[in-house]
């Protein structure tokens, strides 16, 4: 079955980079039925969607306008995962971080029905 | 403040049924599909009803949704004590280019 499994540190410091990665297994990241996607969530804010990148014949990113001038999604397909960057963060980006995945076409779900396990991330010094 | 609204808390009983709503506009559920996802802290969000009122397998059928307009709607009938959670209404937006969440409502068991 899909999975998926995230990595990257717990802690980040004020003005520097959060950097995560969601390696895929049972699927691939350049599949032309999936859409692969960052969602965060915290106590204050609920769950927020961050951005996706998903592959038609070319690669394409679509991002959240919270964090557009902050954020890249890339794909790397030769270990087939996705990763996040999110730059410049403060003690509001704190959050617990989820990679997940649309499925679409005629047994997709058009949602998020594979999920990461999630990464607490704190901006802190 | 989120794009999608939702109550932010619900309650009842053991065995009682409970709605909760969800409000949008035409650019997001009044044009898209909208899913309905169920989450405990500290795990990962689970998919509880997708395209408006599609169980994916292994829900049980205890939990419905429909959607009329701009806005959508999850039942839980038959209430249970595991049933207490964060529920999340979403959608996609075609004004944003992006996935709208409403804010979560908090369902209690009492």
New interface residues.
Partial sequence: QVQLQQSGPGLVKPSQTLSLTCAISGDSVSSNSATW?W?R?SPSR????L?RTYFRFHWYN????SVKSRVTINPETSKNRFSLQLKSVTPEDTA?Y?CARISQGTDG?????I????TVVTVSS | QSVLTQPPSASGTPGQRVTISCSGSSSNIGGNTVHWYQHLPGSAPKLLIYSNNVRPSGVPDRFSGSKSDTSASLAISGLQSEDEADYYCAAWDDSLNGVVFGGGTKLTVL
């Fill in positions: 996607h969602i969530q609920g769950l927020e969607w951005g679509d991002y959240a306008v617990m989820f779900t058009n949602a998020f029905d999920w990461g396990q999630g």
